[in-house]
């Protein structure tokens, strides 16, 4: 982790949720719904939600790795197929 990454480490007391991760992510969606078209705002959103979901199956994988004791389970297909299938539908979005 760099120290310009760990500012967005931090996670919300109560909730557990990266308060400064999603603050950076609403404003930078407020700037791009103010500066860009409604089609690109829609591809892009649509980009970055393919992203997205494609880290976080590949951090569940990584969890899954690191902490075997995870009080909970899934199984090891379904991070699996979501990164796949979250990459291939980046790769046809981009063509």
Excluded: C, Y
């Amino acid at each position: 982790d760099t120290p310009a990454l760990g500012l967005f480490h931090h996670t919300h007391a109560r909730t557990g949720t990266p308060l400064r991760a999603t603050l950076l992510l609403g404003l930078s969606l407020i700037g791009a719904a103010l500066a860009l078209p409604v089609a690109e705002l829609a591809a892009a959103s649509a980009g970055v939600l393919l992203v997205v979901f494609l880290l976080a199956n590949i951090a569940l994988l990584r969890l899954k790795r690191r902490t075997p004791q995870a009080p909970f389970h899934v199984p090891g297909w379904v991070p699996v197929a979501g990164a796949v299938t979250a990459l291939v539908a980046l790769i046809a979005a981009l063509m």
